[in-house]
């Protein structure tokens, strides 16, 4: 079965096509800007959520072998969410931050160059 070589051969050719044609805009420069910001911005969220992740994670798991309340009602799921919630709230606090700072960066840099 498959797809005939021919159509296959068909769609490669037009898919390469179509990436040469393309044309920058004028905002070229804000996008590459933004882009950067985002990949910025998940780079220190998921640093931030990897370091939350170990800091809630130590203080849960031991809890939960020593203190007699939380051995009798944090089961293996509760745990896996206490730790889940700290390193996704970590990485979206932080990543909002680097977003923000980046465009306060960029609006400033506009208003300076006008």
């Known amino acids: 079965m498959g797809i005939p070589l021919e159509l296959r051969e068909a769609w490669t ?8 044609l393309l044309i920058s805009s004028p905002s070229e420069p804000q996008v590459s800007a933004s882009d950067s910001a985002v990949k910025d911005a998940v780079v220190e969220g998921f640093k931030t959520a990897c370091i939350a992740g170990v800091v809630v994670a130590v203080p849960t798991l031991v809890a939960c072998r020593v203190v007699p309340w939380a051995k009798a009602n ?12 700290a390193s996704i ?3 979206f606090i932080t990543a909002d931050k680097t977003i923000l700072e980046g465009a306060k960066k960029n609006s400033r840099a506009r208003l300076d160059k006008a």
Do not use: K, M, P
């Not at 944090?74 to 919630?85: E, F, G, P, R």
């Open 13 to 20: 050719s037009r898919r390469n096509q179509g990436r040469s």
């Open 74 to 85: 944090l089961n293996y799921t509760a745990q896996a969410l206490i730790i889940s919630a």
């Open 89 to 91: 709230s970590g990485f």
